[in-house]
């Protein structure tokens, strides 16, 4: 659910890139809805889990094909009713808390493809990042933000998972999801 009743205003934001003081994170701008209704705030973690896999390889799970929503395909991983699973880099992002904020999630492709236009030099060149996004029983969309362009990973292998929050922007000031 949407909070509504606590907001931060935009002119308070940082230079893309920078911390983002009681954030929880590196301001990486705007991630619109694609339907013009509610673009949000993007805050990506410092902090990172470094050689985690997906999960769930060889299974297709119902919740977490959404391209732009990582909180919704987080939660519906997290969620997850078969333990063999796993979702190990989703469960990191969300039980990752920074300034007194429990909202991360691991990001959606689209939110990974966000980070890579406005804050790729926070992110390690060598190797690479899960997105909540599933691509099939067998791959997970991810990212790179190296020379290679990879695109998705074998759930299995290991790579990189970074939390990020994000906050609705209303009325020239956004608002979370915390709580």
Not at 47 to 68: L, M
Not at 170 to 179: F, K, L, N, P, V
């Amino acid at each position: 659910m949407i909070d509504t009743t606590q907001g931060v205003r935009l002119a308070d934001a940082p230079k893309l890139g920078e911390y983002w003081p009681g954030q929880g994170g590196l301001y990486a701008g705007i991630m619109p809805d694609y339907e013009g209704t509610q673009p949000r705030v993007l805050i990506v973690a410092e902090d990172e889990a470094v050689d985690i896999p997906w999960g769930g390889f060889g299974a297709t799970e119902e919740g977490a094909h959404e391209d732009g929503d990582g909180h919704a395909n987080t939660r519906d991983l997290v969620g997850c009713p078969k333990p063999w699973h796993g979702h190990h880099a989703a469960r990191f992002a969300a039980a990752y808390e920074k300034d007194g904020h429990k909202d991360f999630y691991l990001p959606s492709h689209r939110e990974l493809e966000i980070a890579n236009v406005t804050i790729r030099d926070a992110f390690d060149k060598t190797d690479w990042y899960w997105s909540s996004t599933e691509q099939s029983s067998a791959m997970a969309w991810g990212r790179s933000f190296g020379d290679v362009h990879l695109e998705s990973l074998f759930k299995h292998m290991p790579a990189r998972a970074r939390p990020v929050r994000s906050m609705l922007i209303i009325d020239g000031s956004a608002t979370s999801d915390d709580e």
